[in-house]
């Protein structure tokens, strides 16, 4: 099977613009979630999507907003981009929900904002 | 409330020393934990998780209730085990994972 695929690989914005990422998951996979990673804070969660349906989201602001296609493909959101959302954004996807099962990631997408 | 932490960083460890990469949990319930590794320019991928008991690649975790903690223990170092680590606690109510901040181990010659 093909692995989480995520689009654009290398992203960079200026301040006050939008961004949208994408991610195709795993084939079957119906569960996408969302995080961004950073040197100082690690791995965190934005939210995640199960069946077009957002089931939980993590501490961000609304400027981050994500949605789920009908063949599960997901897309995420930045508006209004700030110097600190530089970063790089993981999408993960499992077959059934984020916990507990196995999550496979994807490669990520670099975003920088100057 | 829910909570993945991982002390250190950064682990400094000598080839064929043996490593240990802490994590501690707070969770209102029966934990399932895991670890995840992140090589150089490579995806995160999964580990291993607690409930399976196996070791993979000659790392082991053995989940410590008591404690609240999921130490992530190799006997002997290889430098191929250089890599960022995260131990991750998935939280089924919420259908949430928490990631610990990541520890990155680095193998010595």
């Known amino acids: 099977k093909a692995g989480v695929t995520q689009t654009p690989r290398y992203l960079i914005k200026t301040r006050g613009q939008q961004v949208t990422l994408s991610c195709s998951p795993i084939?079957?996979?119906?569960?996408v979630s969302w995080y961004q990673q950073t040197p100082g804070q690690g791995l965190q969660f934005l939210f995640e999507?199960?069946?077009?349906?957002?089931?939980n989201k993590g501490n961000f602001p609304g400027r981050f907003s994500g949605r789920q296609f009908s063949n599960s493909r997901s897309e995420m959101n930045v508006s209004t981009l700030e110097l600190g959302d530089s970063a790089l954004y993981l999408c993960?996807?499992?077959?059934?929900?984020?916990?507990?099962?196995?999550?496979?990631f994807g490669p990520g997408t670099r975003l920088t904002v100057t | 409330a829910q909570r993945v932490t991982q002390p250190e960083k950064l682990l400094s460890v000598f080839k064929g020393a043996p490593v240990e990469l802490k994590c501690n949990y707070s969770?209102?319930?029966?934990?399932?934990l895991f670890w995840y590794v992140q090589y150089s320019r490579q995806r995160l991928q999964l580990l291993l998780r607690?409930?399976s008991r196996e070791s993979i690649k000659g790392f082991t975790a053995d989940l410590n209730k008591g404690e609240t903690s999921f130490h992530l223990k190799k006997p002997f170092a290889q430098e191929e085990d250089s890599a960022m680590y995260y131990c991750a606690l998935p939280c089924p109510r919420d259908d949430k994972i928490i990631f610990g901040k990541g520890t990155r181990l680095h193998i010595l010659p």
């Open positions: 607690h409930i």
């Open positions: 969770y209102s319930g029966s934990p399932e």
């Open positions: 999507y199960f069946s077009e349906t957002q089931r």
């Open positions: 993960a996807s499992s077959l059934q929900g984020a916990s507990p099962y196995e999550q496979y």
């Open positions: 084939s079957g996979h119906r569960s």
